[in-house]
């Protein structure tokens, strides 16, 4: 029986390659983060097991023999091979599972309600969802994709925009009998958010109500506590028009004047530039676009009537 002569370590033929591309130890050395003579130890091994020399080697350079010429050409090839079997291995693992961070309210009242359809299409596709108020790490975190509120995404991330917010106090009807304008909500009770602490005095603020403190503040860590709250009549909650007339809460709620409306930002959809390729970063962006289009015109007339039926 014929004995299958052991092959070279592969750190032998990686150092032999970067030789070979770089016509230098030292080079190659400073390419693998070892020394000159680790290069040329590996070299010598290599050239051991061939038989040959691969290298013709001078005072200040080498430059390889016919055979060395051969051997690098093959090598360089096995090693594109290996390297584009396992960016493809990478790629099929990353995509096998999509990780989504998506904010509580946006999660509950729009995503779920149509999630099965985008999983109809992905196919064996796991998704797994965060949907906490903690800006998601795109750059060293885990998460793959983002829906957030914000002004303006960052700009080394691929943004596009879902839906333009508004912020518009609501309160249950009972409340409503005792706020006639801004300058009432000095007497009454302002929820808010833990996440979104500052909403108030900014939405005061551009109303020209800065100086306004309230009687009490209560405040949550989750949207449907806070929904809850006003629809039992504990105060005044500032709301994300129109997307919050889905969440059922919101439902008995009124917007108890009239007031300039006031921004929200936009809801925004964001991935990194290095996962632009990537089939499931790019199918579920697509499909939330896709989904938002669909839906534009009913939000948009669930906020005309919102916006005009308010509490006399």
């Known amino acids: 029986m014929r004995m299958t002569k052991q092959q070279p370590p592969l750190k032998t033929l990686q150092a032999f390659a970067a030789a070979a591309r770089q016509q230098s130890f030292l080079a190659a050395a400073g390419e693998l983060g070892v020394t000159p003579s680790a290069i040329s130890h590996q070299v010598r091994i290599l050239e051991d097991w061939v038989g040959a ?20 050409k093959r090598l360089d090839k096995g090693f594109e091979t290996i390297n584009t079997a396992l960016e ?3 790629t099929t693992a990353k995509d096998s599972v999509l990780r989504v961070s998506a904010l509580p309210l946006f999660t509950s009242v729009w995503l779920i309600p149509r999630l099965e359809r985008f999983e109809a299409r992905a196919g064996k596709l796991a998704i797994e969802i965060d949907t906490s108020n903690t800006l998601a790490d795109l750059d060293g975190g885990t998460i793959d994709v983002a829906i957030r509120n914000v002004r303006r995404p960052q700009a080394h991330l ?3 925009k879902l839906l333009d917010l508004r912020a518009v106090p609501l309160c249950a009807p009972t409340v409503a009998e005792t706020i006639r304008r801004a300058e009432d909500l000095a007497h009454a009770t302002l929820i808010h958010l833990s996440a979104g602490s500052r909403g108030w005095k900014q939405w005061l603020a551009a109303v020209g109500c800065e100086h306004i403190k309230p009687k009490s503040n209560l405040t949550f860590d989750t949207i449907p506590a806070a929904l809850d709250a006003a629809a039992n009549g504990r105060g005044v909650l500032l709301g994300l028009d129109p997307i919050i007339w889905d969440a059922p809460a919101a439902r008995g709620l009124v917007i108890p004047f009239q007031a300039p409306v006031q921004s929200a930002d936009a809801y925004f959809v964001v991935h990194r530039r290095a996962d632009q390729s990537r089939h499931a970063v790019r199918a579920f962006s697509d499909w939330l676009i896709e989904e938002m289009r669909a839906d534009f015109r009913r939000l948009k007339l669930a906020s ?7 509490a006399s």
């Open 53 to 72: 020399p691969l290298f013709v080697r001078s005072v200040r350079q080498v430059r390889l023999t016919p055979l060395g010429a051969r051997l690098s």
């Open 88 to 90: 493809d291995a990478n």
């Open 158 to 160: 691929v943004s596009r």
């Open 304 to 310: 005309r009537r919102a916006l005009a039926m308010v």
